[in-house]
């Protein structure tokens, strides 16, 4: 395993001519660890003596996206965030993704940081899907576990297996591609159009930490762009609902006002109860004026219900 330091993000050495004065950040250690046979990034906060806390990122992301809920938390934790296979500074395929993989990449992280007892699982949508079904797999492995912004996917109602197999099948005759910004101020201004929450800093610390350079010294995501081809198999949310049945921790679904739980489910309030009925130990927390990237707009909030419930639930 190689251990990299990061700097500050307030050190001189880390602001470029334009940027803004960044505020001070806990600085962050990033690791190189071999699982399954890739290359893994993970970024580690806190002393190493402290209670672990594992954060998983979600779709098109990668762990700097924790960064301002880390500030604010109050306590000492040692805190381990990877970046997923094809996300960030880990292993890209460019091909597709087989979406199991997490789950068997997350057993060989938990091996390799934490190889006995119960572990805390906090995971962000895709992170939170990975997390669920995950800690009804291994029950024994997960002693607290909190679900950000998601409660499964909504597919449409056309969705069918021979037509997402075809589309799949379309989508490996060329390369897909990712959006290019022309400089870092233009990625900067995309992201707070997706998310007029976010402010000036914020959105420019998450412009130099989930993006990297592309051709033409213009700015991508941080993100394998096969991440972008769908899914060749039907998505059976009875199967997730099986799995989540399984779970045996205390859970918290942390809900975003704004965010995409409450705009798919709004309008099926009944659906929205038997997903939560599925864990036997559930409590569910709204984030006020958050959109789906809660950590992002509400980091205080999130960071104190995330201590709020771990501490009051630690085994």
Avoid at 62 to 69: E, G, H, K, N
Avoid at 169 to 174: E, G, P, S, V
Avoid at 266 to 295: K, S, W, Y
Wanted: proline share 8%; with cysteine.
């Amino acid at each position: 395993m190689n251990t990299n330091p990061i700097v500050p993000e307030n050190d001189p050495a880390r602001m470029p001519d334009g940027a803004l004065q960044a505020p001070s950040h806990k600085a962050s250690t990033l690791d190189t660890v071999s699982v399954r046979g890739l290359d893994y990034a993970v970024r580690r906060w806190g002393p190493a003596d402290a209670p672990q806390l594992f954060l998983l990122h979600g779709w098109m992301d990668s762990s700097p996206t924790f960064q301002f809920v880390v500030d604010a938390l109050r306590r000492d934790w040692q805190i381990i965030a990877p970046d997923w296979r094809g996300f960030g500074g880990s292993t890209w395929f460019g091909h597709s993704y087989w979406f199991p993989d997490y789950y068997a990449d997350l057993e060989a992280l938990l091996a390799h940081y934490a190889p006995e007892g119960a572990v805390r699982l906090v995971g962000h949508s895709m992170g939170a899907a990975v997390a669920g079904v995950y800690a009804g797999l291994r029950p024994e492995r997960v002693s607290q576990l909190v679900m950000m912004d998601f409660l499964g996917l909504k597919p449409p109602p056309d969705a069918d297996a021979p037509t997402l197999l075809r589309k799949w099948l379309d989508a490996q005759a060329a390369a897909p591609r990712l959006p290019t910004h022309a400089d870092h101020a233009a990625f900067v201004r995309r992201l707070r159009t997706a998310n007029p929450r976010l402010s000036p800093a914020r959105a420019d610390f998450l412009a130099r930490h989930v993006g990297r350079a592309a051709a033409g010294d213009r700015v991508e995501m941080a993100c394998d762009p096969w991440h972008k081809v769908p899914s060749p198999f039907v998505y059976r949310i009875e199967d997730v609902m099986a799995c989540w049945r399984q779970v045996c921790a205390p859970t918290l679904m942390l809900l975003a006002e704004h965010g995409y739980v409450n705009e798919r489910l709004a309008d099926e309030p009944d659906e929205l109860q038997r997903r939560l009925g599925c864990f036997a130990d559930v409590r569910v927390l709204t984030i006020a004026d958050a959109g789906h990237n809660l950590q992002h707009d509400q980091p205080e909030q999130v960071a104190a219900a995330l201590e709020d419930f771990l501490c009051g639930d630690a085994r």
